[in-house]
């Protein structure tokens, strides 16, 4: 069983930035493909990027291209969202997910989430 982690979120205001991060205990995130997703109160879960265990392929959804890099850091077995520019339409809880490869749905494990509140 994968146990995913997120940290990082709070409140911040509008333009700021905030790092996620995610990590698993007692397993390696390599070779894996793990997205990020978030879920604001109403809403559907919307895809945010993902990047890939193969060849470390990004894939980002339209509403964050240019704003969210996702990287991987393989000596903490962590991947993060950096996200910069944040709008108050980014506020959500934010997810990551372990797949076999980028896919925006059906991923197999899953954070319980963090939240990210924007606001002035």
């Known amino acids: 069983q994968v146990h995913l982690v997120e940290s990082g979120g709070g409140l911040v205001h509008p333009g700021g930035s905030l790092r996620l991060s995610c990590t698993a205990s007692?397993?390696?995130?390599?070779?894996?493909?793990i997205g990020w997703f978030r879920q604001a109160p109403g809403d559907e879960r919307e895809a945010v990027t993902c990047i890939s265990g193969r060849d470390g392929s990004t894939y980002y959804g339209d509403s964050v291209k240019g704003r969210f890099p996702i990287f991987r850091d393989s000596a903490k077995n962590t991947v993060y969202l950096q996200m910069n520019s944040l709008k108050p339409e980014d506020s959500g809880v934010y997810y990551c997910a372990l797949g076999d490869y980028c896919k925006w749905t059906g991923m197999d494990y899953w954070g319980e989430g963090t939240l990210v509140t924007v606001s002035s």
């Open positions: 007692g397993f390696s995130l390599d070779g894996y493909a």
